[in-house]
């Protein structure tokens, strides 16, 4: 047979306004205008006004290539990227561009140009 449970006593004369949520006035300490004004110089624009907001160009880079490879070559292919300061994506294109040059895959290097030019 289960335990019965202690009950709760709680008298009807319970007072709970101490209880009560206290309401506080917002103090600003900072001029909303001179935060406004600091937020536009380092480059933030207020989401209020959406034609002000600065927009990144779409990338032309939207496929994916996922290729495998030995242990190390993706570290060195991403360190090659960051000796010549470019993204992968720019780093694969140029090695692409590198190839069709070296064995004179001239008709591939015409396909490439089209592919790049097209918008």
């Known amino acids: ?25 917002k103090q600003r300490d900072i001029d909303l205008k001179v935060l406004e004004k600091v937020a536009e110089e380092s480059g933030f624009v207020s ?3 959406k034609n002000q907001r600065r927009r990144k160009p779409q990338s032309p880079y939207t496929n994916q290539l996922n290729v495998k490879c030995r242990v190390g070559i993706k570290e060195l292919f991403q360190d090659i990227g960051a000796e010549l300061a470019i993204h992968d994506h720019t780093a694969f294109e140029e090695a692409l561009v590198a190839l069709m040059e070296k064995y004179k895959f001239e008709e591939l290097l015409d396909r490439y140009n089209e592919i790049i030019t097209k918008k």
């Open 1 to 25: 047979m289960p335990k019965e449970r202690a009950h709760l006593d709680l008298s009807e004369d319970l007072d709970l306004s101490d209880f009560a949520p206290v309401k506080k006035e």
């Open 47 to 49: 989401r209020k006004n």
